[in-house]
C-alpha cells in the first residue's frame, strides 16, 4: 500500500482514540526524524515527512478527522469532505508545514513574518452523565495549547528587533521557476512564504511567536446534548503563527452508559420487571425521572412480557428546542420463585379453576400443535 494510503493513525503510531495533544506530539517526533534538513539527498526520509505531514493537518483538524473516522481516505476522494483533494496530496514547499509547527528549527531564514493564517483547531472529548445531558452542566476544562508568546508578543523576533524583507523573494513570498514550457510559482524555499525572515528569533519561542501552556476554560453544556454533539469555543484554538488568528476549540461530548435508561434521541428507554399478580390484575408503577420527579406508569390488566408502554413528553429535552421526548418502558413479566404454603395452595385453587380462556395464546399454541401432529398422523 502506498505511504499515502496508510491508516492516518498507524503513520503517526497513535491509538484511534487518541486526543489533539497526543497526536500533535508524535506528529512533532516524527517531523523531526524525518524532516528533509536532517536527512539531505534521502528521498525515503522526503515521502515520509510529507506522509506525517498529510495525516496530522487531517486529524489536527476536528471536522476533516471525523469525516476520516467515518469514510476513511475516501471522505477527502473527488471534492469529498476534505476540501476535494487528499489531505497529504500538496503542500507546496514541505518546509511550509514544518515552520508552522517548529518555527525557525529548520529551513532557511530562521522564521518570517507574521502570518495571516490562524491557528489549527482543536478537539477534546468530553464525557458526562446522563444526568447532565438532561440538566445541561457549567463546568471546567484543562488543556494545554499554543498561547501567543509574551515575551514577543507573537512577533516571533527578539524584542528590540524586528523581521526583515527576504533578499529572495523580495518580500513577496514566492518564487517562480521555468520547467520546460511552463512558469511554475512556489512558496520562497528561504522565508517560507511569508516575505520576511527573522534574524534573532526570539528566545522563548523560538521565533513561532507562540508557546504551549496550561490553560482552564469554562464549558457550558446545554441540555439535551447527546454523544456526538459538538460544542465550538471560538478563538480557544492553538494561537496562530507569528500574531495570525487563533483557531477554534471543538469539544465532542460522550455519554455513559447509564445504569437505568438507554438513549435514543430523545427517547429513554427501560425495561422493567413486575410480579405476574399485577401484570394479571393491572396497576400502576413509578419510576424515579432525571428531573427528579417520579414518573407514574398505568399497567393495563393482562399485560404481557415485552409490551411496551409510552409515557409522552418524559424522556430527553430537545437540544436547543422545547419539549421533551418520551419514556418508553418496556414490561417483563416476573413468575415468582419462592412462595409460601398459603401462596401454592391458592395458586393450586386457581388452577383448578382454569378453562383455558384466561390464556387465549398458550391455548390456542397447544391446539395448533395438536392439529399439526393429528394431520400427519
Known sequence: MPATEMDFYELLGVERSADGATIKSA????????????????????????AISGAYECLKDPQKRAAYDRYGHAAFANGGAGGGSHPGADFGDIGDIFETIFG??????????????????????????LEDAFHGKSTEIEIEVSQSCDTCHGSGATPGTRARTCNLCGGQGKVRAKQGFFVVERPCPNCHGNGQVISSPCRDCGGEGRVDQPQTLAVEIPPGVDTGTRIRLSGRGEAGPRGAPPGDLYIFVHLKPH?????????????????????????????????????????????????QLRQRGAGMPVLQGRGRGDLVVEIAVETPTKLSKEQRAILEQFRDTETGDECPESRGFFDKLKGAFSASA
Open 259 to 307: 445504569q437505568i435508561f438507554q438513549r435514543e434521541g430523545t427517547t429513554l428507554a427501560t425495561r422493567v420487571p413486575i410480579s405476574f399478580t399485577k401484570a394479571a390484575l393491572g396497576g400502576s408503577i413509578e419510576i424515579p425521572g432525571l428531573d427528579g420527579d417520579e414518573v407514574s406508569i398505568e399497567i393495563p390488566a393482562g399485560i404481557q412480557s415485552g409490551k
Open 104 to 129: 525557525s528549527a529548520f529551513g532557511g531564514g530562521g522564521g518570517g513574518r507574521q502570518q495571516q493564517r490562524r491557528g489549527a483547531d482543536l478537539r477534546y472529548d468530553m464525557q458526562i452523565d
Open 27 to 50: 506528529y512533532r517526533k516524527l517531523a523531526m526524524q524525518h524532516h528533509p534538513d536532517r536527512n539531505p539527498g534521502c528521498t525515503e526520509s522526503e515521502g515520509k515527512f510529507k
